[in-house]
């Protein structure tokens, strides 16, 4: 039997086990940025939730190689590893602070979770205060009326 090929095979098993749990860590912190919504006609998938996602996944697998060294033994693939999360951050970060790939379609399809998150804000939080009350009946309004013209502005496209 030859243990250097199965040692090279459950080592590269460690780096594949990190894929799927940066690829399934990702899908769950995505989907999660979405319970802030108040509805799930309010759920668009969007560039700038993408951007969100990568910018949370790419430290994750940067600990994970640094935290569990043993587990993840080639120094070349760390390093390419580590470098490709820092680009994926870095892109990310200056993706979404430049909004440079988002044109009309992305807007809309980012602004209605936004102000959705604001309506749904607006409906649980226990106010006492008046003006803050009167504030957020004004904010649920708008934000609404907002909402129903980016999707009717989405529906013609």
Same mark, same amino acid.
């Given at each position: 039997m030859d243990h250097s090929s199965h040692m090279s095979t459950r080592k590269m098993g460690a780096y594949w086990s990190l894929a799927f749990q940066t690829v399934?860590?990702?899908?769950? *912190?995505? @989907?999660? =940025?979405?319970?802030?919504?108040?509805?799930?006609d309010s759920f668009y998938n969007n560039l700038n939730m993408l951007? *969100?996602? @990568?910018? =949370?996944?790419s430290p994750m697998v940067v600990l994970m190689i640094l935290a569990m060294r043993h587990m993840f033994p080639s120094k070349a693939a760390n390093i390419a590893l580590i470098a490709a999360s820092l680009v994926a951050f870095l892109g990310s970060f200056a993706f979404i602070r430049t909004q440079?790939?988002?044109g009309d379609t992305a807007f809309l399809r980012s602004m209605i979770p936004h102000h959705?998150?604001?309506?749904?804000?607006?409906?649980?939080?226990?106010?006492?205060?008046?003006?803050?009350?009167?504030?957020?009946?004004?904010?649920?309004?708008s934000q609404r009326q907002e909402i129903d013209e980016m999707k009717a502005i989405l529906a013609r496209r």
């Open positions: 399934i860590s990702g899908v769950i *912190m995505y @989907l999660v =940025m979405f319970v802030m919504i108040d509805g799930l951007y *969100m996602t @990568l910018m =949370m996944v440079t790939t988002i959705s998150g604001a309506i749904l804000m607006c409906q649980e939080a226990k106010l006492s205060d008046p003006e803050v009350i009167r504030l957020c009946e004004s904010i649920k309004r």
